[in-house]
């Protein structure tokens, strides 16, 4: 009682609603008009006001540009601040829209007026995408001249700078807030009415027994569905495309019936009804489609409880509000993981393809129905129809949404109410329950009892030295536990060093360790660091254990190559002998005293195992996980346009042979031959200074921001990896994340990293004319085949593989089951 009296007790807040309500009917309209049904209903609490700002009166009208438009922009305007006028510091609640030009143009205007009127704006960000495209990301742009880009990116990064706060959707939905520097930023999930209240005694009953049919019948008959609005974006050919492959890799004797339901946009119905008489011609009788119109009410209904398998290609998407529809009425859900879409689902859902791949979301298709022939389909609807009455019915989001604004107008932070939010979700689904394929098992991380793991960060200070590389994979492995069941990070860092994923806890040492006393100070005295909780075991990402001997768990080290080793033997005088007997001394300390040692590629295995022998080291076993990409978050592009130029990493280190491609470079031009321009990104060797200055081949860029990195990898025509010696050479499959194919030395880990997608773009180390042999060999890829390496490298480096490899180790030296 204390607790509520306390947050009610900043009297009543006017909250202006500046935004549109039904109709048309869809889902950000819905949830506007929940969110003021919410407000309104908190007696005592709120004042609401809304303009009705209708814009769109049809489905197909939503972002498009009208004269009439253009005229109620100044009449909601005038509403909007009349009723500030008449009212005591307001809360303007406001849904930007989506980066489409009428939709800009209108947010350009209104926030540019009404910003000057209201000083505490509420962003609820239902259309997400704009917020991080005023700051520079690439998933999205404005078609047109470049300037026309540019400049909307300007407009809308002066109107959306730090509202007083950011209310999203899902947290995997969250980065217009972060770009825009949002004061506070609260998670609110959408709800929806429970569309089967009765579930288990009427809907769960009928399913078991047509799942049970499908499981005996010789000719089973799966039944598909796609409910959304048809645009591209929604994914309605994707979808189409995706049960053509279906048919393609599946037994000849199953059968499907897709159904297609909500509408096709206008524009699109003669490519729509051509895809689908096509469709049907070329798999005669195992396919049957219906084409239904939109569909609300008693007849969506129909349409779910008449299906098997949801699928949701949707390639942009807040919040996959069908999708929760779906896990409401137990229905398998295949999807892509485009933002809102995989927030609603599980994390590491097991039939979440890339977004746009049809090839994947095919196989997910075929992998779904064979768990349902297996009989494994009850339990995971189960387990999906749970996690919605847990996380997304109208109640829960009603109840979110007033403990949000109540926040706002108590002032509390953003803490209180995420923090609230995640001790109402105790019993939420495993996050790895449903496996690759659907069979449903026990997830090996989960544990009631947790394994409480050590992490030693501060030895990793962005952009210094060989702390690149291995701190992007960090970073994105810590990322990855966080998000586990089972296990319990807590972090030891520095103020220079990277940080722990949001959620963990972290010790911070008082100090940089960007200098070279401080850190080895620190690396050797923090075990002395007193700790509240003895940890199950101590994880040293960057592979180096202190001298000290405190500590008094397991120790589980990656170690990613034994580069110092090679220098020793081929660049002698690069340092000081006294710098390759400590380095080398911390390595050898580092593989007597690990528990387990962990490595990224089988290359650096071997180049581990050569160092014991040499060094006559007690043989250890060597686990090989692999490494996961930071790219991974971002969409495989399709055909990114390419500029005149090729892309290099530059280092001052000799073994990345940077010298040598500068000077093989401005040798070429001088020559005469044509060879695209040479981008060297980083610290160029003093050596070749002035001649890449004075070369018109070679163009040099400083260190660059993550967001210009990933302009430059997808721009160039291809990445130039000339290193001798990588553990794993992670900037490979970075490029080809980003839609750039590889030239790399053979024989090196890059060639064993590559190995599961292609063979194409291998050079021998000291033959000059190789490397443009590799490059013209490389160039000559189309986009589609680049594509498909891509893809295949997300799938054999994917975080979540390469985590589940690591926390196997976890488990035997933590000792807990």
């Known amino acids: ?69 253009g005229l109620l922009i100044g ?30 143009i209108r947010d350009w205007i209104l926030l540019g007026v009404l910003r000057l009127f209201y000083r505490k704006v509420v962003f609820h960000w239902h259309a997400i995408g704009q917020g991080e495209w005023a700051h520079g990301s690439e998933r999205l742009s404005l ?24 209310i999203c959707v899902v947290e995997t939905s969250a980065k217009d807030a972060e770009a825009i520097g949002s004061r506070k930023t609260i998670t609110v999930y959408n709800g929806i009415e429970d569309p089967c209240p009765d579930f288990d005694q009427t809907i769960m009953v009928g399913r078991e027994k047509r799942l049970q049919r499908l ?6 008959c799966f039944r598909l569905l796609f409910l959304s609005h048809g ?20 037994p000849s004797d199953w ?37 239904r119109g939109y569909v609300q009410g008693e007849e969506k209904q129909i349409c779910y409880g008449e299906s098997d398998i949801f699928i949701a290609p949707s390639r942009w998407e807040s919040f996959g509000l069908t999708v929760a529809e779906a896990m409401a009425n137990g229905l398998q859900v295949v999807a892509v993981a485009s933002d809102g879409v995989s927030g609603v689902l599980p994390c590491r859902y097991g039939f979440l393809s890339p977004v746009a791949d049809t090839f994947s979301l095919a196989e997910n298709l075929r992998f779904c129905c064979e768990s349902l022939v297996r009989g494994e389909g009850g339990e995971v609807a189960r387990d999906l129809r749970d996690r919605f009455t847990k996380l997304f019915r109208i109640e829960d989001f009603k109840g979110s949404l007033v403990r949000c604004f109540r926040s706002l107008k108590c002032g509390q932070s953003v803490g209180g109410v995420g923090a609230l939010r995640e001790r109402s979700f105790g019993g939420q689904l495993p996050e790895n329950k449903l496996g690759r394929g659907g069979a449903v098992a026990k997830s090996p991380n989960r544990r009631t009892n947790p394994v409480l793991v050590t992490v030693y960060l501060a030895d990793q200070s962005p952009k210094l030295g060989r702390s690149l590389g291995i701190s992007r994979m960090t970073q994105v492995v810590l990322g990855e536990m966080a998000r586990r069941e089972g296990i319990e990070l807590t972090g030891i860092r520095s103020r220079s060093s990277i940080k722990m994923p949001p959620g963990t806890k972290s010790i911070i040492v008082p100090w940089s360790t960007r200098g070279r006393m401080s850190r080895v100070l620190t690396d050797h005295l923090h ?40 220098y020793s033997d081929h660049y002698p005088k690069w340092r000081m002998d006294v710098e390759y007997h400590y380095w080398a001394s911390i390595l050898k300390n580092t593989l007597r005293r690990a528990k387990a040692i962990l490595t990224v590629s089988e290359s650096a295995k071997g180049q581990i195992v050569s160092f014991m022998e040499r060094h006559d080291i007690p043989p250890k076993e060597v686990v090989v996980t692999y490494e996961p990409c930071l790219y991974e978050a971002l969409e495989q592009p399709t055909d990114p346009a390419k500029a005149d130029y090729v892309l290099h990493l530059a280092s001052r280190e000799p073994h990345k042979r940077t010298s040598w491609l500068i000077e093989l470079w401005a040798k070429a031009h001088g020559e005469g031959r044509r060879v695209p321009r040479l981008h060297v990104v980083g610290k160029v060797p003093y050596d070749v ?4 200055e004075q070369s018109p081949a070679v163009i040099r860029l400083p260190f660059l921001d993550d967001d210009a990195l990933v302009s430059q990898f997808t721009a160039a025509r291809a990445l130039l990896l000339p290193s001798e010696i990588e553990g794993f050479g992670l900037p490979a499959i970075e490029a080809y994340y980003l839609g750039t194919p590889v030239c790399y030395v053979t024989g090196t880990s890059v060639e064993e990293v590559l190995a599961p997608a292609t063979s194409k773009g291998g050079f021998h180390y000291g033959d000059e004319g190789s490397i443009f042999r590799a490059l013209d060999e490389v160039m000559s890829l189309s986009a589609g085949e680049v594509r498909e390496c891509g893809l295949k490298l997300r799938r054999e480096y994917a975080a979540d593989r390469v985590v589940d490899k690591i926390l196997e180790v976890f488990k035997q030296v933590g000792g807990k089951d």
Request: net charge neutral.
């Open 527 to 566: 075990p002395l660091m007193r700790l509240r909780t003895r940890p199950d075991l101590w994880y040293f990402p960057k592979g180096f254990l202190p001298r000290v001997s405190a500590v008094d768990a397991p120790m589980v080290v990656t170690i990613h190559d034994t580069i110092i080793q090679y």
């Open 75 to 104: 009449r909601y305007l005038l509403a909007a601040v009349t009723t500030r006028l008449s009212l005591k510091s307001p809360l303007l609640y406001y849904v930007p829209g989506p980066v489409k030009r009428s939709s800009l």
């Open 143 to 166: 078609s047109g001249p470049k300037w026309i880009d540019r400049a909307g990116r300007f407009f809308s990064r002066i109107v959306l700078s730090k509202p007083y706060a950011s």
């Open 255 to 291: 059968r499907f019936r897709f159904t297609i339901a909500g509408g096709v946009k206008e524009n699109l119905k003669s490519r729509f009804d051509e895809a689908v008489a096509n469709l049907e011609s070329l798999n005669g009788d195992r396919l049957s489609i219906h084409v």
């Open 689 to 692: 200074v002035a001649l890449a």
């Open 215 to 220: 499981v005996t019948d010789d000719q089973p």
């Open 1 to 69: 009682m204390k607790l509520e009296k306390e947050e009610r007790s900043g009297g009543v807040i006017p909250i202006v609603v500046f935004a549109q309500t039904p109709p048309p009917e869809h889902g950000q309209s819905r949830m506007v008009l929940r969110a003021i049904e919410a407000l309104s209903e908190a007696s005592g609490e709120f004042e609401v006001h809304h303009v009705d700002s209708r814009f769109s009166e049809t489905l197909d009208d939503i972002g498009e540009s009208s004269f009439v438009k």
């Open 231 to 250: 645009t591209i974006e929604k994914g309605l050919f994707d979808a189409l495309d995706s049960v053509g492959h279906l048919l393609e890799s599946s």
